[in-house]
């Protein structure tokens, strides 16, 4: 953010991460499946359109929570997987 970036003007280190390990994202006909199955269980998704917004995010976090897991919002294979079981 605009943080970083007055830290790397004044001389600051880039930021070094590496992507979580293990993690698949979703292809866009997924993420509309997972929007669908979502809506279709009564969680709040306004439109189906394959983008991960706010609504979405939130309505992943309430389905992680009925379910007992992890509320995390993260749209990903493990989610879409425990959406078609449950």
């Known amino acids: 953010g605009v943080g970083h970036l007055s830290d790397r003007i004044g001389g600051g280190p880039e930021i070094r991460g590496a992507w979580p390990r293990g993690y698949n994202p979703l ?6 499946e997972m ?3 979502l809506q279709r269980k009564g969680f709040a ?3 189906i359109d394959g983008i991960i917004g706010p609504n979405t ?6 389905f992680q929570q009925s ?3 992890t ?7 493990e989610l879409l997987a ?3 079981r449950s």
């Open 82 to 84: 425990l959406l078609k």
């Open 57 to 62: 995010i939130n309505a992943i976090r309430a």
């Open 67 to 69: 379910v007992g897991a």
């Open 71 to 77: 509320p995390d919002g993260l749209p990903s294979q």
């Open 35 to 37: 929007q669908r199955r």
């Open 45 to 47: 998704i306004e439109k």
């Open 27 to 32: 292809s866009f006909e997924e993420r509309m």
